[in-house]
């Protein structure tokens, strides 16, 4: 069974503090790892697709990153603006597996 | 462009009562999908439609029903609701994959369900 762990829980940032979240996967033939971002009482909103790895993709202040095992987030020098949680989703045929979430709050 | 509608955004149900969610998405995507998201527990797919006419059920699919009225329209019905369905449901749509990948799906703002 697919499964993705997402990890920490909860991140609590300065604001110009740069970190990394982590998505460790297990998937029986990757077809594709999603990152997205969810503000609180939206729905996910995406970010970036990693298929292969050794694939990096940058959005302003956020890179992502992929392994064979995991995929990183990093957050560079980041704003309040980024405060929000973080999924992270693996696809295997037609089925998205989502990790639980990191929630990234970032204080002025 | 409003990409992917639900409603309503909020609803108070009775244990045993019935109740439709209604998703629309008006970017042309072959394949919708409905999700549901507990708290600590990542989103859990209920049910698909990889292309209109057609629903495959998905990890959780017991106590749920959908419809796919048309390309634009995928319904999740609750024929009896009990409180272990208050949950946040997510509807969501993707275009079939092309030489450059799979392509990402886009999410609805979600249906507030509380079942007492």
């Known amino acids: 069974e697919d499964q993705v762990t997402q990890s920490p829980e909860a991140l609590r940032l300065q604001e110009g503090e740069s970190s990394s979240l982590n998505c460790s996967y297990t998937?029986?033939?990757?077809?594709?790892l999603f990152w997205y971002r969810q503000d609180p009482g939206k729905g996910p909103e995406f970010l970036f697709t990693?298929?292969?790895a050794g694939e990096e993709k940058e959005k302003e202040r956020l890179k992502a990153t992929l392994t064979k095992k995991e995929s990183f987030l990093h957050i560079t020098a980041p704003k309040p603006e980024d405060s929000a949680t973080y999924l992270c989703a693996v696809l295997n045929d037609y089925k998205l597996s989502f990790g639980a979430g990191t929630t990234v709050t970032v204080r002025a | 462009n409003a990409g992917v509608t639900q409603t309503p955004k909020f609803q108070v149900l009775k244990t045993g009562q019935s109740m439709t969610l209604q998703c629309a998405q008006d970017m042309n995507h072959n394949s919708m999908y409905w999700y549901r998201q507990d708290p600590g527990m990542g989103l859990r797919l209920i049910y698909y439609s990889a292309s209109e006419g057609t629903t495959d059920k998905g990890e959780v699919p017991n106590g749920y029903n959908v419809s796919r009225l048309n390309k634009r329209e995928f319904s999740l019905r609750l024929e009896s609701a009990a409180p272990s369905q208050t949950s946040v449901y997510f509807c969501a749509s993707s275009a079939p994959a092309t030489g450059l990948g799979n392509q990402p799906q886009h999410f609805g703002d979600g249906t507030r369900l509380s079942i007492l």
């Open positions: 990693l298929y292969s």
């Open positions: 998937v029986s033939g990757l077809r594709g």
